[in-house]
């Protein structure tokens, strides 16, 4: 079972992330179980594990979430206009936007105690996240000013966050190293050296495991964008070079691989768009 369910010393609801996990844990069978019988269920397990008044501020709480579910469910669902999709700003702006209507959502349906316990880490990260893309989109900083306004940004994180994040750009650090010495020719001994300088012997065997599979899959990809412009030029109908096109994704890649051909190819197509002159 994923989270937990507890009461304090006090009696009264540990509000916590580990408490929504737990009703997520049982929501989630919802569509397969139906939401009443899943309801029950946690309502069962629930008197088992605490006591009142815990109890009743729980069941409390549970209608809040569910009420909160639905309506946050629907407010993702409405589509955005088609000037926030066609810029970037304007899908920043529309991102924005909507970070902004979910957070005011969840404080119009839970407490400022439950709001921070159940989404803080999540907005904290989301905001900090939303901040750093409006800050790569500036053209009016440097980029040396622009990786000091992100040092300050990340030191605003949780410290928990902050490890992750700063984790996470170390490792983005390296791997902009690692594709460069590839792009150089490098051999895998000078990889596997660059990489010792940071990880451990099995996550340095992993690492290069990884970056070889990728490698032979952009290969396998560059293969196949190039015989795909060769049927596009055989003056095939719509429908026959469709069904090449399938073919040819079939004979290159696995049955795994199709929807990240498919995403490539989607992308490829919308750039080629863009660059299209405006008749």
Not at 9 to 35: K, M, P, V
Not at 73 to 101: I, N
């Amino acid at each position: 079972m994923d989270g937990e369910l507890k009461a304090d010393s006090a009696g009264n609801l540990q509000l916590n992330l580990a408490l929504r996990d737990y009703l997520d844990y049982f929501l989630s069978a919802a569509d397969q179980a139906g939401l009443e019988a899943v309801v029950e269920a946690m309502l069962a397990d629930a008197r088992g594990r605490l006591p009142e008044p815990a109890l009743g501020q729980f069941i409390g709480l549970l209608g809040d979430y569910m009420d909160y579910k639905r309506a946050s469910l629907a407010l993702l669902q409405q589509p955005l206009s088609t000037a926030q999709q066609s810029t970037p700003d304007g899908q920043l702006v529309a991102l924005q936007r909507a970070f902004e209507q979910l957070a005011e959502l969840r404080r119009a349906h839970f407490s400022s105690a439950a709001a921070e316990a159940l989404f803080g880490a999540e907005e904290a990260y989301g905001r900090y996240t939303l901040d750093n893309l409006a800050l790569m989109a500036r053209t009016d900083l440097s980029e040396h000013a622009k990786a000091q306004a992100q040092e300050r940004l990340r030191a605003q994180l949780p410290e928990a966050m902050r490890a992750s994040e700063e984790r996470q750009a170390q490792a983005q650090a390296l791997q902009v190293q690692t594709d460069k010495l590839w792009q150089d020719g490098a051999n895998e001994e000078q990889v596997r050296q660059l990489l010792a300088l940071t990880y451990d012997p099995p996550t340095v065997e992993r690492v290069l495991d990884e970056q070889r599979n990728e490698r032979a899959w952009q290969q396998r990809y560059a293969t196949y964008q190039q015989e795909l412009a060769a049927l596009q030029a055989n003056g095939l109908s719509a429908t026959d070079q469709q069904q090449e096109q399938q073919r040819l994704r079939q004979r290159l890649f696995s049955a795994e691989d199709q929807h990240r051909v498919e995403t490539y190819d989607a992308i490829a197509a919308k750039q080629q768009e863009n660059q299209s002159p405006e008749l």
